[in-house]
């Protein structure tokens, strides 16, 4: 996934800190919620719904990696709609989830 860099508009890797064309800094911030199962899917949409998402981390009690989604602006629809069913499927699994979401400034 690339991520854009907001003084001078060139396409950088996800994990880039500083654009490599001008210097600036590429901030990126974690968020993290805890949610019970019955409200994953509907937390998931809601954080995407908001925008500015570069990944979507879901982990379980204990710390375990469940669901790692790369998100950009453009998911939506029929892209989104497969990791929304595997976000389902853990619902089901787990009772209370971690989720943590990378956003950058």
Request: net charge neutral; with cysteine.
């Amino acid at each position: 996934m690339l991520v854009r860099c907001d003084k001078c508009a060139t396409d950088l890797p996800a994990d880039a800190q500083y654009c490599f064309k001008c210097g600036s800094s590429v901030k990126a911030y974690t968020e993290e919620f805890s949610v019970s199962s019955d409200d994953l899917v509907r937390k998931v949409k809601d954080i995407l719904h908001q925008g500015n998402v570069n990944r979507i981390t879901v982990r379980d009690q204990q710390g375990k990696l469940l669901l790692e989604v790369p998100a950009a602006a453009g998911l939506i629809g029929a892209i989104l709609a497969p990791w929304l069913a595997a976000l389902g499927a853990i619902a089901a699994l787990v009772t209370e989830c971690k989720i943590s979401v990378e956003r950058r400034e």
